[in-house]
């Protein structure tokens, strides 16, 4: 389905950030905005481009009391000829729906998240930064703002988009992949069996910032979360998928539990994998053995997969206070290789080997 979208443009434009290599993440965010309402009985409707700027909300609405909100994450890049890329935006479509279905939130129509991010995206499109490591950070979310202190599904919704051109998710990654120190976590947990753990929902993030706070006394710069009921299975890293290469195999946790959130850069890591003959296991792996092959020497490398950070290398656990350092603590040659090639394939550096993962938008710019 084709749809247009009126646009108000600012008259107030910002200022570009001076220097691209040094954004940093979400610290900066374009002139314009999507927004788009629904209503019980009418739907989704008067989708509109506007002005970014702060939003009304009334006090009593649900979303502050009840959290009813989902979003998501995305991110645009610019090819060296001025083409505008997006990757494998229908992943994002397809997750979009399952969590807004677990957070009863109405699925939006076939089609609309990607129309709508181009029409904003050919607003901006000079927002879309070029420096090496950048790209143009894309958040939907969609919230109920009914005002309504009933427990119940809101009757009324937003769904906005806002961008933002950002550089590293860790700043140290903004000259090169560098690793990181995490925190092995085993007192709270992030997900639990039938619970929002695969939904791109609010909550599964506030309720990890007490971890991640606490990993900071470790020197950490993030937490590796353990399953919730024998806090003994490795799940995820922080806000990112989490992989572990030992003895030549590479593992990950399972989808099956249901509180692992079905990462887009996760799904591209395995069939990349796949692909290269690298042998990959989607199963449980305790953090037993993982401590035992950091100890003899079979723990070769571990690193997050994510929309943010693309891939993270680890170097280090940190368990009850206690180091247990990966191979030599440096970035892997297949944390590297992953990088180097979902980034160039992203970027239109690298060719699309995979086939159909990158999506052209017809947009360019200078």
């Given amino acids: 389905m084709k749809y247009e979208f009126p646009v108000t443009r600012t008259t107030n434009p910002k200022e570009r950030p001076a220097d691209e290599s040094t954004m940093g993440f979400a610290r900066y965010f374009t002139d314009h905005m999507f927004v788009m309402d629904y209503d019980e009985g009418q739907g989704w409707h008067d989708g509109r481009i506007v002005p970014h700027a702060p939003i009304m909300i009334e006090p009593a609405s649900c979303v502050l009391h009840y959290a009813q909100m ?4 995305m991110k645009a890049y610019r090819r060296a000829d001025g083409e505008i890329l997006l990757f494998r935006p229908d992943m994002n479509e397809a997750r979009m729906k399952r969590t807004n279905e677990r957070m009863c939130i109405p699925e939006l ?12 995206i050919s607003v901006d499109a000079d927002w879309v930064p070029k420096a090496p490591n950048t790209a143009l950070y894309i958040r939907p979310f969609i919230f109920g703002d009914e005002v309504s202190f009933s427990v119940l599904p809101a009757k009324h919704y937003r769904f906005m988009i806002i961008l ?6 860790y700043a ?3 000259t090169g992949l560098h690793t990181t120190r995490i925190y092995v976590q085993d007192e709270y947990i992030r997900a639990a069996k039938g619970g929002t753990g695969f939904a791109k929902c609010g909550g599964n993030y506030g309720g990890g910032m007490r971890a991640s706070k606490e990993a900071i006394k470790w020197n950490c710069k993030d937490v590796l979360w353990l399953d919730a009921a024998e806090h003994k299975y490795v799940e995820e890293i922080g806000t990112s998928n989490a992989f572990f ?6 593992i990950t946790a399972p989808l099956t539990s249901g509180t692992i959130l079905p990462g887009i850069t996760r799904n591209s890591v395995i069939q990349m994998l796949t ?4 042998p990959v296991s989607e199963r449980k792996l305790s953090i037993d053995e993982v401590m035992e092959a950091s100890k003899d020497g079979s723990l070769e490398e571990i ?4 929309t943010a950070a693309v891939i993270s290398p680890i170097g280090c656990l940190c368990v009850k206070g206690t180091d247990y350092v990966v191979a030599n603590g440096e970035v892997g040659p297949l944390a590297q290789k992953l990088y180097d090639n979902l980034y160039g394939m992203q970027t239109g550096k690298v060719e699309d080997f995979m086939g159909g993962w990158v999506f052209e938008t017809g947009i360019k710019v200078d």
């Fill in 70 to 73: 989902m979003f998501e994450g």
């Fill in 109 to 120: 129509p076939d089609g609309l998240l990607v129309e709508a991010v181009k029409a904003l």
């Fill in 164 to 169: 933002s051109p950002t550089g590293s998710y």
């Fill in 172 to 174: 140290a990654n903004d």
């Fill in 245 to 250: 290469k030992i003895n030549g195999e590479v």
């Fill in 275 to 278: 692909k290269w003959g690298v």
């Fill in 303 to 306: 690193f997050a997969s994510g």
